[in-house]
């Protein structure tokens, strides 16, 4: 892409992308590759809270026209869909994928096969959707697809709950970070999501992300680069604590880009929680629109 080299490759060729590899593969054999912390073997077992084993599980792979639109800009993003998910959100729109594993298992040259047909198919970026549970899988397919040209940025597209420590080991093969923050508040985390500490852990991990590619970066034509886009959906009735989370999002970077998003609706179990049994009216949307102004956020979608 015009613009852009990517680090990847710098770390394939010094042979660092191999102890990365072995560092994930460490973590593992008693998996804290996220913060639940599961403590499973991976390679024997898939009993662990993302209900995954060692190899991808892909539910769907194409072009995606519905992203942000520094990553989709004529071509697409290149995005990959996989199965299962460290979060159990009761309202996801995408249950049969995140919560009732829809997909198929597939060997790691089959991921990196994934990569190169969308790249090829000139997609601007590879966009790999729910990767926390999937780092290994990724890792040990990125040099296969180097091997056969990957030159495209790649994205970690988070639901936000992930370890600073695992993000250590992705610094420089991401070039882009687009994580959830999903909550201001643990409490409705922890009810909504099964996600102890979410808040704090997903501003550790912001922090982290910002630390290593910075404010999102565009090149000429408006395709992005680098950086961190930062996705934030509005629940109904304030149950996000969504006030906290532009207030973070601001005093990180005011130069951040920040998706506010007015979509949700009542999906898969919603129903059965007070608040969450409606969708998000326009007035409340307009009130968090307005407030991220006021903080300064400029660069809204
Ligand atoms: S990646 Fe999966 S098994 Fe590992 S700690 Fe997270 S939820 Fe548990």
Redesign the pocket.
């Known amino acids: 892409m015009k613009g852009f080299s990517p680090a990847y490759l710098e770390i394939y060729k010094t042979g660092e992308l191999n102890r990365r590899i072995a560092k994930a593969e460490d973590l593992m054999e008693s998996?804290?590759?996220?913060p639940?912390?599961?403590l499973?073997n991976?390679f024997q077992s898939r009993k662990?809270?993302?209900n995954?084993g060692a190899y991808p599980i892909v539910a769907s792979f194409n072009p995606h026209f519905g992203e942000e639109s520094p990553l989709v800009g004529s071509m697409g993003s290149g995005t990959i869909f996989f199965s299962n998910c460290?979060l159990k959100c009761v309202y996801c729109q995408n249950c049969d994928i995140s919560q009732f594993g829809y997909g198929e298992e597939i060997s790691y040259e089959a991921l990196a096969e994934i990569m190169m047909r969308l790249q090829n198919s000139g997609c601007h970026n590879i966009n790999f959707v729910s990767p926390?549970?999937m780092i290994y899988p990724i890792l040990k397919a990125l040099p296969v697809a180097i091997e056969r040209g990957l030159n495209v940025p790649l994205v970690y597209n988070s639901g936000g709950y992930d370890s600073v420590e695992i993000l250590k080991i992705l610094e420089g093969i991401f070039d882009i970070y687009m994580p959830d923050f999903k909550y201001g508040d643990d409490t409705m985390a922890g009810k909504f999501s099964n996600a102890q500490r979410y808040s704090d852990i997903a501003k550790s991990a912001l922090k982290e992300m910002h630390r290593q590619v910075g404010d999102l970066q565009t090149n000429s034509e408006g395709m992005a680069l680098k950086g961190l886009l930062v996705r934030h959906l509005i629940l109904p009735n304030d149950l996000a604590a969504s006030w906290r989370v532009i207030d973070f999002i601001a005093t990180l970077s005011k130069n951040t880009y920040l998706n506010l998003m007015d979509q949700y609706r009542p999906e898969y179990r919603a129903a059965e929680f007070s608040g969450l049994d409606r969708s998000l009216s326009h007035s409340e949307y307009m009130k968090y629109l307005e407030y991220a102004r006021k903080k300064g956020l400029t660069r809204l979608d």
């Open positions: 998996c804290t590759l996220c639940q912390h599961c499973v991976r662990g809270k993302c995954s460290n926390t549970h």
